[in-house]
């Protein structure tokens, strides 16, 4: 679980402006990302905090096209990962398990195998039913990830550590470890994008194949971040309240866990660092 992308409005930390923060849970640590710089860290086996950081790769010139900017956010924030884990090799990723990276295999088949048989026999409305199967099978891997209670906890520890920055809180352990800007508010949007995505797919298209989903994944990917960035221009509508309803509710009851002070303690390094670094090159 992640959370939204930052893009670039951000100012230092020195500016009455807070800057907008995103991040990622990873097994031992966190990751937090800025506008334009990441920082790590992670519990090395021996006891001790590890701590990278680096500049960001820029998302180009789709930053400014609705749609699009979402896929490059997206992208420039999984794009990050690799120079983490290349950066603190102590880290271990989310999806670093071999049951996760099973179900991922099998979440894959299986909604491939969905897909033939409904495209083969399924009216419109089974083909609709398929597809929302799809969507569920394809949470699995996230679910099984976060069996692991260090990952939930490095999860909460990161929603905490964030809102206390933006909230000037006097410490992380005060705040909630739910968070509005979570990835996992993405998830009702993408799904309903996704529903009628392959709706108007079928519609257009006689027998679609893998690329004609995975276009229609990415469209759904796009509207689902900006309907999300919406809703936080728009924070306190009934709208836009509505919409995050899943999302902590899919965070209270299995995304987040309270963490420890120890895992406080790496997430208050993550955070300092980016702060650091985005101060030095502001």
Same mark, same amino acid.
């Given at each position: 679980?992640?959370?939204?992308?930052?893009?670039?409005?951000?100012?230092?930390?020195?500016?009455?402006?807070?800057?907008?923060?995103?991040?990622?849970?990873?097994?031992?640590?966190?990751?937090?990302?800025?506008?334009?710089? @990441?920082?790590?860290?992670? &519990?090395?086996?021996?006891?001790?905090?590890?701590?990278?950081?680096?500049?960001?790769?820029?998302?180009?010139?789709?930053?400014?096209?609705?749609?699009?900017?979402?896929? /490059?956010?997206?992208?420039? %924030?999984?794009?990050?990962?690799?120079?983490?884990?290349?950066?603190?090799?102590?880290?271990?990723?989310?999806?670093?398990?071999?049951?996760?990276?099973?179900?991922?295999?099998?979440?894959?088949?299986?909604?491939?195998?969905?897909?033939?048989?409904?495209?083969?026999?399924?009216?419109? &409305?089974? &083909?609709?039913?398929?597809?929302?199967?799809?969507? /569920?099978?394809?949470?699995?891997?996230?679910?099984?990830?976060?069996?692991?209670?260090?990952?939930?906890?490095?999860?909460?520890?990161?929603?905490? $550590?964030?809102?206390?920055?933006?909230?000037?809180?006097?410490?992380?352990?005060?705040?909630?470890?739910?968070?509005?800007?979570?990835?996992?508010?993405?998830?009702?949007?993408?799904?309903?994008?996704?529903?009628?995505?392959?709706?108007?797919?079928?519609?257009?298209?006689?027998?679609?194949?893998?690329?004609?989903? $995975?276009?229609?994944?990415?469209?759904?990917?796009?509207? %689902?971040?900006?309907?999300? $960035? @919406?809703?936080?221009?728009?924070?306190?509508?009934?709208?836009?309240?509505?919409?995050?309803?899943?999302?902590?509710?899919?965070?209270?009851?299995?995304?987040?866990?309270?963490?420890?002070?120890?895992?406080?303690?790496?997430?208050? /390094?993550?955070?300092?660092?980016?702060?650091?670094?985005?101060?030095?090159?502001?």
């Amino acid at each position: 679980m992640s959370e939204d992308a930052p893009d670039t409005r951000g100012q230092s930390p020195s500016d009455t402006e807070k800057l907008r923060l995103g991040g990622m849970a990873l097994r031992n640590g966190l990751l937090v990302h800025g506008p334009t710089h @990441w920082a790590a860290a992670c &519990r090395r086996p021996d006891g001790e905090i590890a701590v990278a950081s680096g500049r960001k790769p820029r998302a180009g010139a789709t930053e400014s096209i609705p749609a699009l900017r979402g896929v /490059a956010r997206m992208g420039q %924030a999984m794009a990050v990962v690799p120079l983490a884990r290349r950066a603190l090799p102590a880290a271990r990723l989310p999806f670093e398990d071999r049951r996760v990276l099973g179900a991922m295999v099998v979440a894959g088949a299986v909604g491939q195998l969905l897909r033939r048989r409904a495209g083969r026999t399924g009216s419109g &409305r089974g &083909r609709t039913a398929t597809e929302a199967a799809v969507a /569920a099978i394809s949470v699995l891997p996230s679910l099984i990830a976060l069996r692991d209670g260090d990952l939930a906890a490095y999860h909460g520890a990161e929603h905490k $550590a964030i809102a206390a920055y933006e909230q000037d809180a006097a410490d992380a352990s005060e705040v909630a470890k739910e968070h509005d800007r979570c990835g996992s508010h993405l998830l009702t949007p993408l799904l309903v994008s996704n529903l009628v995505g392959g709706a108007l797919l079928r519609a257009a298209v006689r027998r679609p194949g893998p690329v004609h989903h $995975a276009l229609v994944g990415l469209g759904s990917v796009g509207i %689902a971040v900006e309907v999300f $960035a @919406w809703a936080e221009r728009h924070h306190d509508s009934a709208a836009a309240r509505a919409l995050r309803v899943p999302g902590h509710e899919l965070q209270r009851a299995l995304g987040t866990r309270e963490p420890t002070e120890g895992q406080l303690e790496v997430a208050r /390094a993550a955070l300092a660092e980016t702060l650091r670094v985005e101060g030095e090159h502001a």
